[in-house]
């Protein structure tokens, strides 16, 4: 049974001191002189057109993987990426897009929740074929070959149907004919607490009712009638550096169907989303919905389960490493839900949150006697009541080192003292 000091703690904390800087920053001199491969993502997607297809190739690139240079009043960092559009292994066309982006904010070079957005479209009249795409880091010699991308009309084209496009309402500086703003990420299904849409092209000559089903584990999540969207065509293009939609006067040979609000519900992992005529499978399509920006703490499920001693009573922590370790973090998961559930969404804000500070406090709270900052005392309090809004150092009368935080709406203090100088901290008062 969870403590219910504990509850009104970290509800507390979460309310008012949730802080958008909670990942730690660091110097472009400690950026590694590499790139993180999987954090670069590569979206593909493919509208009709009056004679075939337009495909494109998106991407999404964090500023963390950028390397910014100081111009002006500024900070500009950039990058290219390079296609090689191969057909039976022989090189059929080239293409290249060159983006840069120039920040006020040498705090915003380092951030990976800032990215920097482009595409490439074009034609092609052949049935299949291999992207091969080559990203460059400006301001660097860093170049890495992506993984490629394979196109193939069996899969994109079933049964009248193409593969479906995750949107999000427009960008509100890109309303001048902007209908949605492409989610981009690597056609996956962000696990976050927004609501997004799917619009899915059906060949014009197909008649009767549609609808959709998506299935997670082989249970239906969500069901809901499909309904035609009153345009013309549609096109992919950029707008202030995000990827959008806007209405075309292409492909009028289909009719485009949107289904609103479809993910809240959905939980992380594969995802079949079926489109029905008339009751009958017309296509189905396999997704996934991916935590991009997921605390690397939930990494190792049984730490995150210890840690949960902060805000319940160690018989429940106990009960939820039984059985085997496959199965922690769906137990991890079930507790959160049960004790804190969301209304509207599967993703829970408040584990998010928790977890988020626990990152934090491992990286900044280590010492050599506790390696794990989150296990630290410092860490503890952290976790529990967020961003302090004071942090002040004072030597006692005996000489010790201390660290004190203040928390004014709570109206609390704690003071940690380190009476080694290698920077562990115990807490002395509460």
């Known amino acids: 049974m969870v403590c219910k000091n504990s509850f009104a ?3 507390l904390s979460i309310l008012f ?3 958008p800087g909670i990942n730690s920053i660091y110097s472009q001199e400690d950026k590694p002189n590499s790139i993180n491969r999987q954090r670069i993502l590569i979206e593909k997607n493919v509208l009709p057109s009056d004679s075939s297809f337009i495909y494109y190739v998106s991407f999404r690139v964090p500023y963390e993987q950028l390397i910014f240079v100081k111009r002006g009043e500024g900070f500009t960092g950039g990058l290219k990426l390079d296609l090689e559009l191969k057909d039976d292994q022989n090189i059929v066309q080239r293409y290249s897009a060159s983006k840069a982006v120039n920040v006020a904010n040498y705090e915003l070079t380092a951030s990976p929740e800032n990215y920097l ?5 074009f034609k092609y009249a052949g049935k ?7 990203l460059s880091i400006d301001n660097t010699e860093i170049s890495v070959q992506l993984d490629s991308i394979h196109f193939n009309k069996g899969k994109i084209f079933r049964n009248g ?9 427009a960008n509100s500086s890109c ?4 209908l949605f703003s492409l989610v981009n990420y690597q056609n996956t299904i962000p696990f976050v607490q927004q609501n997004y849409s799917l619009i899915v092209p059906i060949a014009d000559d197909s008649a009767g009712n549609f609808k959709v089903k998506i299935e997670q584990e082989k249970k239906i999540i969500y069901e809901a009638p499909l309904e035609a969207a009153d345009l ?3 096109q992919i293009g950029e707008c202030n550096n995000s990827i959008s939609l806007s209405e075309s006067s292409s492909g009028k040979n289909y009719k485009y169907y949107l289904l609103p609000d479809f993910n809240s519900q959905l939980d992380e992992g594969n995802t079949r989303i079926v489109i029905l005529q008339n009751d009958k499978e017309l296509a189905d399509f396999n997704m996934r919905v991916v935590w991009h920006d997921k605390p690397s703490t939930l990494m190792n499920p049984e730490l995150a389960i210890g840690l949960l001693e902060y805000i319940t009573d160690k018989a429940k922590v106990k009960s939820l490493l039984k059985g085997s370790s496959d199965k922690y973090y769906g137990n991890l998961v079930k507790f959160w839900t049960e004790t804190f559930p969301g ?3 599967a993703y829970n804000k408040l584990m998010a949150e928790f977890y988020e500070r626990a990152d934090y406090a491992q990286k900044n709270f280590s010492s050599i006697n506790i390696p794990n900052g989150a296990k630290s005392d410092r860490g503890r309090i952290y976790i529990m009541y967020g961003q302090p809004d004071d942090v002040r150092r004072d030597y006692s009368m005996d000489k010790k080192v201390l660290e004190i935080w203040n928390y004014s709406d709570l109206k609390k203090e704690f003071v940690f003292a380190d009476d080694t100088g290698l920077g562990n901290y115990k807490l002395s008062t509460e």
């Open 9 to 11: 703690l970290i509800w």
């Open 17 to 19: 001191y949730f802080s």
């Open 117 to 121: 957005q482009g595409i490439i479209s």
């Open 128 to 134: 299949d074929f291999n992207i091969y795409p080559l």
């Open 161 to 169: 149907v193409l593969n479906p496009l995750i949107v999000a309402k």
């Open 175 to 178: 309303s001048n004919g902007q």
């Open 232 to 234: 013309s065509g549609l």
């Open 343 to 345: 209304k509207k969404f």
